[in-house]
């Protein structure tokens, strides 16, 4: 199948459009090609350095915080 994957670094993301992915036919866990591998790996290192040059913004990215509850002893 193919799929869009989302990379992430630092406090950038980007989505890696067309990925074929290979699908485990007992139990339907996704794995990924060497060159996906490698395309998300040198993808996540230059979100990391902030290096988006070239990359075509697609909208906005946004942060929902997690919400805790009160634990016990802790206001
Ligand atoms: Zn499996």
Do not use: S, W
């Amino acid at each position: 199948m193919v799929k869009d994957l989302l990379v992430q670094a630092g406090n950038h993301a980007a989505l890696l459009r067309g990925e074929e992915i290979g699908e485990c036919t007992a139990c339907g866990e996704a794995f990924y090609t060497p060159n996906t591998v490698r395309r998300m790996e040198a993808l996540e290192v230059r979100l990391g350095r902030g290096d988006v040059a070239g990359l075509k913004p697609i909208g906005q990215l946004f942060a929902v915080e997690r919400v805790f509850e009160n634990p016990k002893g802790f206001q």
